[in-house]
């Protein structure tokens, strides 16, 4: 088991920047690809991004490439989500998690691919 804590969400205003962090500990975490998922009211958790486990290969929604950029350091057990040109519909509780199995890129943008998640920080854009 993987255990993944977020930080660095908070209120910002249209068009700001936010980076977000993802702490792992547990199992080896330089094996695991890792994601971020986000999810407001009445909506469903939806992909935001992923990276595989050596960070060879990222993988982004249409909604935030161009915008989001998804990084991680393996020597800091850490994961990263770099968001830019914020919009109001990006507002959402952001949430990372992490897959043992899955490897590609179709596989990385299910939710149900992940076995590991963090509790999630929320993310506020004013306009």
């Known amino acids: 088991q993987v255990q993944v804590v977020e930080s660095g969400g908070g209120l910002v205003q249209v068009g700001g920047s936010l980076r977000l962090s993802c702490a792992a500990s547990?199992?080896?975490?330089?094996?695991?690809?890792m994601g971020w998922f986000r999810q407001s009211s009445e909506k469903e958790r939806a992909f935001v991004a992923a990276?595989?486990?050596?960070?060879?290969?990222?993988y982004y929604a249409d909604s935030v490439r161009g915008r989001f950029t998804i990084s991680r350091d393996n020597t800091k057990n850490t994961v990263y989500l770099q968001m830019r040109r914020l919009k109001p519909e990006d507002t959402a509780v952001y949430y990372c998690a992490a897959a043992r199995f899955a490897a590609d890129g179709f596989q990385l943008k299910s939710a149900a691919s992940f076995e590991d998640w963090g509790q999630g920080t929320q993310v506020t854009v004013s306009s």
């Open positions: 547990g199992r080896t975490f330089g094996r695991d690809a």
């Open positions: 990276i595989s486990w050596n960070g060879g290969n990222t």
